[in-house]
């Protein structure tokens, strides 16, 4: 034997003597047997390897990221105040909380019902685990067993996964937490996180669904009735069958009295609380949904949030929406005449003060039809264009009674060629001033005006009163003044909402500010504006649009019995027709539209006991009730005086239309009902009489001189009425525009002489 050999003999011979393996005082097979040293020796071992592998499992196991939508919350969106919740965005309902914003007794009765070493252990329950461990060995493994800070690890980091390697994972992220956070914040997080039915995670949400009241005010009786629930909440809704939780709720009461929360005598009092009912979870019913799907779209594009940060990230988002208007503009439009197919009405309320949506009507069910009639379906505007092309007029030295062509007429078009417009049903006026040709819609007037002016300046006044520059159809050619652009509702309340702010354009919005769970405003709307039109040419404006109301196709709208500006339009073929006016503190939009099935435009047709549908009646109606529900209650204000318009040279008359008024001379002067401000120009003389006001024709009046006596009566009134009754045709009707009776075969009249785009 070598030298080498015999020192590893010799080595082996020591281990063998050290180890006693095999055994040296034993004889036949029981030398084999370990020693008790062997068996000491190998549990030694064992245990450093366990702490070895426990303190590089520890060491490697990082706290990840929380779990997307366990970290989540929901967001809350406001009426106008921030008392009442229009709808909530959410992937899961949940609120969290602080711990002093939860009741001390749903942490008790936690503890008892899940984990009542909860504020003793470190975060792990070493039974549980090994019992975890061998279920999914012998893939018999049922859950529980768990401490509340790994079951909250579990929600709020992990998965529902079933495997020792979840296992070993989540008793190291416990410890960790264990070590990082106090008790009462571990037991906050696990409230915050649990899944209690109904759609509700985390007990906010759960206390406001069962019991209608905060988390912080739960009793001992219904945070037991929680806690029993915290196993099996996907069973029976304890409101249908209570019974269901008895057990439970015994067991977590007794465990209450164990860990010396309650006293048996007041243990033995305690019994299931009453639970509520559950609400309809259809929150995007009626107008909430359009509302929701509006204001979603506004944060992604105004304030550039993410749909994950929308749904999962707690938010109080406020608007501008009231809930009063919105009542007011659902009834008002319910009150209409039953829709044909195909017939919509978008209607729009716009605060001209803010530029903030105070209501819209978006459709009749948003899950039959979640296209939004106010704020994405267009329709031609008709004539409610005109008052942009009178805008223009005004800025470039028109005046309200300069005299244009009230009779069809063929106009030269400046860049060739001619253009014949007609009047509503072929009428004929004669020479008219330009306050009349608006009180009365006449096309032939506003044409000359608009070839005279130039179709591109009503076109920039439309865009900078707030029409989009790609708006469809708006165009800078001769016939746009008789609205062949087809604007949303919401569009065109922000534009007369621009007029009714004295030339200040506040671009709509529906959210006024967000606000993160930290309660950092994180986005605040802009209400300042911007000034596009000089204040005189928009009183000028207005006191023009007043008397559209107040003795032309709007006259209905003078119920309202407060100062109204507006006007009424109706397309060509009658494939829309509208109604937008203002008051000093609201401007609103009507539109009534109809689509084929192919959503191509076609003519509404007779309508409500009508042979066609015209601005100047049921739009007109819808504005008017609408509007005496909104503004109940509001002040009455007053329009600003007329002053000094711009002095600028008239542009010459480019469309070959007569501008003088025969056998009458004309008069310079503008009319006005208020004081001029000083310091206006000395070209233009001082008034000494007030003007002439033009008395509307028989067609756009029912009873000359007194509008405001006018019936108030509503559509279903007019559809219930038997036309073919002698005594019921010589009432009145809101949108009649002749006292006379109709003949017996006679169809209904059309109800005033408002234009026809394209005509």
């Known amino acids: 034997m070598s030298t080498a050999q015999r020192k590893a003999a010799a080595k082996s011979s020591s281990a063998s003597r050290f180890l006693n393996y095999p055994r040296r005082n034993k004889q036949g097979w029981t030398r084999w047997l370990p020693s008790a040293r062997l068996w000491g020796l190998g549990l030694l071992g064992a245990l450093l390897l366990a702490i070895a592998g426990f303190t590089v499992g520890y060491a490697l196991t990082p706290i990840p990221e929380p779990n997307a939508q366990a970290a989540g919350q929901t967001s809350y969106v406001y009426y106008k105040g921030g008392d009442d919740v229009i709808g909530t965005f959410k992937d899961q309902n949940r609120k969290i909380l602080k711990p002093d914003e939860i009741s001390p007794n749903m942490a008790h009765a936690a503890q008892a019902a899940e984990d009542k070493s909860f504020y003793e252990n470190r975060g792990i329950s070493i039974k549980g685990i090994f019992r975890a461990a061998v279920g999914i060995v012998t893939n018999d493994y049922a859950g529980g067993g768990s401490s509340i800070t790994q079951q909250y690890v579990k929600n ?61 005010d739960l009793t001992v009786e219904e945070a037991a009735a929680f806690a029993a629930m915290i196993q099996t909440p996907g069973a029976k809704d304890p409101a249908e069958d209570p019974s269901r939780l008895q057990d439970r709720f015994d067991y977590v009461i007794e465990n209450m009295v164990d860990l010396d929360y ?85 209607l729009s309320s716009v605060d001209p003060k803010t530029g ?51 009779s069809p ?105 967000t606000v993160d769970p930290d309660g950092e405003t994180i986005y605040e709307a802009e209400n300042e504006g911007e000034k596009k039109f000089d204040k005189n040419v928009m009183a000028e ?23 109204v500006a507006g006007k009424t339009g109706t397309s060509n073929d009658s494939k829309s027709a509208w109604f937008v006016g203002y008051t000093p503190q609201l401007a609103t939009a009507v539109s009534i539209f109809r689509y084929d099935d192919k959503g191509v435009p076609i003519d509404i047709g007779s309508y409500g006991g009508r042979g066609s549908i015209t601005g100047g009646s049921y739009p007109t109606i819808a504005w008017t009730k609408y509007m005496q529900g909104a503004m109940k209650g509001m002040d009455v204000e007053q329009f600003p005086e007329r ?39 000395e070209k233009q003389p001082k008034e000494t009489k007030a003007p002439e006001i033009n008395t509307p024709d028989e067609e756009s009046s029912p009873e000359k001189g007194r509008q405001l006596e006018r019936p108030t009566e509503l559509p279903d009134e007019i559809e219930k009425r038997n036309p073919q009754d002698p005594k019921e045709r010589e009432q009145p009707q809101p949108e009649q525009h002749k006292k006379e009776k109709r003949k017996k075969d006679d169809p209904p009249k059309n109800p005033n002489p408002d234009s026809q785009g394209g005509n």
């Open 156 to 216: 709020y980091y992990l998965t529902n996964e079933f495997s020792l390697k979840r296992k070993v994972k989540e008793m190291f992220i416990a410890i960790k937490l264990d070590q990082e956070l106090s008790k009462d914040q571990i037991m906050a997080n696990y409230l915050n996180t649990i899944y209690l039915g109904r759609r509700a995670y985390g007990v906010e949400v759960a206390s406001q669904s069962y019991f209608d009241k905060d988390a912080k």
């Open 262 to 346: 309650l006293t048996q005598e007041e243990a033995d009092q305690m019994e299931l609380p009453k639970f509520h009912k559950p609400k309809s979870d259809n929150e995007r019913k009626g107008q909430t949904g359009y509302l929701m799907d509006s204001v979603r779209h506004e944060l992604k594009t105004n304030a550039g949030l993410t749909d994950e940060q929308i749904d999962r990230g707690g938010l109080q988002i406020h608007t501008g929406i009231d809930k009063k208007m919105m009542k007011s503009a659902v009834e008002s439009v319910e009150d209409l005449p039953k829709l044909k197919s195909g017939m919509h009405v978008g």
């Open 356 to 406: 903030q949506i105070r209501a819209i009507y978006g459709g009749k069910n948003y899950f039959k039809r979640m296209h939004n009639s106010s704020t994405q379906d267009t329709a031609q505007a008709g004539s409610t264009f005109k008052p942009f092309t009178l805008v223009a007029g005004l800025e470039n030295g028109f005046r309200l009674n300069d005299s244009f062509t009230g």
């Open 409 to 513: 007429q063929t106009f030269q078009l400046p860049g060739g060629g001619t253009w014949a417009p007609q009047n509503y049903g072929g009428k004929t006026y004669g020479q008219v001033t330009l306050l009349k040709a608006t009180q009365n819609s006449i096309n032939t007037a506003y044409a000359q005006l608009n070839i005279d002016v130039g179709p591109e300046k009503t076109k920039d006044v439309a865009v900078r009163a707030g029409l989009p520059e790609d708006t469809q159809g708006l165009d800078s050619n001769a016939s746009n003044v008789l609205g062949t652009a087809s604007p949303t509702t919401l569009q065109m309340a922000s534009a007369f909402a621009t007029f009714a702010a004295e030339g200040v354009h506040r671009t709509p919005h529906f959210v006024v500010k």
């Open 541 to 563: 404006t207005t006191y023009a649009l007043t008397q559209v109301v107040q003795g032309g196709s709007a006259s209905y709208a003078s119920n309202l019995g407060r100062p």
């Open 643 to 681: 002053g000094e318009l711009p002095n600028v040279q008239k542009p010459e008359n480019k469309s070959g239309g007569s501008r003088e008024v025969p056998q009458q001379p004309r008069n310079t002067e503008r009319p006005r009902t208020g004081p001029r401000d000083e310091g206006g120009s």
